[in-house]
């Protein structure tokens, strides 16, 4: 049985979703890898992610590619997305974030904005935080918080994506729910899943030692972990 909406008078529509995968980061913590190419039981994380986008019913995925385009654009072909290069990937995560959002061709009522290293999110968790974005009181982004700590991805409204295009709003900034209180609905959540991600070789081994799950570098480094 659905949710009532607030004001009353039936369920809540289904929403429009878009969203915009990050895949253009250098890894540098990592030693210089395309994170979004390692590999989990054999299946690249990018790929996991849209197939977790798609199992989340979202309507547009723009991936936004930077460092190891090829091998990245390579990996997603078979897939019905847009790509979007970031030619300035190296000024950050948030150049890219204005790129992917530039590309999407659609009117949304809600916008994801997914990292390409979170090995664990599925439809499931992806779905949990488009509920969220529906059932908020106020706000015009969801952001997940896990005891006390902040994860992604997050959810945005219309207001909040022109605000981004239009000025230097930082959505990925770590303490925009302290610094933009009235911007930020907090979701919070006791999923990890939200809150697990890679930045360093260790993490990729403390994760392979939690799950027993191999991981593997991208072919073309020629490590595995």
Known sequence: MGCLLKQG???YARLRVGAVLLAAGTGSRMGGVAKSLIRLQG????????IALSGAGVDEVVVVTGFARDAVEASVASFPVTLAHNA??????????????QALRGNFDAVLVVLADQPLLGAADLTEL??????RPSGHVVVPVVDGQRGNPIVM???ALADILASDTNLGCRHLVERQPELVHVHNSTNTRFVTDLDTLADLDALAQRTGWRLDLPAEQGVSA
Not at 43 to 50: D, F, K
Not at 88 to 100: E, H, I, T
């Open 9 to 11: 008078g039936g369920l």
């Open 43 to 50: 299946v690249p994380l990018i790929n996991r992610q849209l």
């Open 157 to 159: 409204d219309e207001v």
């Open 130 to 135: 488009i509920a969220a974005f529906k059932k």
């Open 88 to 101: 300035d990937y190296a000024l950050g995560q948030q150049s890219s974030v204005r790129v992917g959002l």
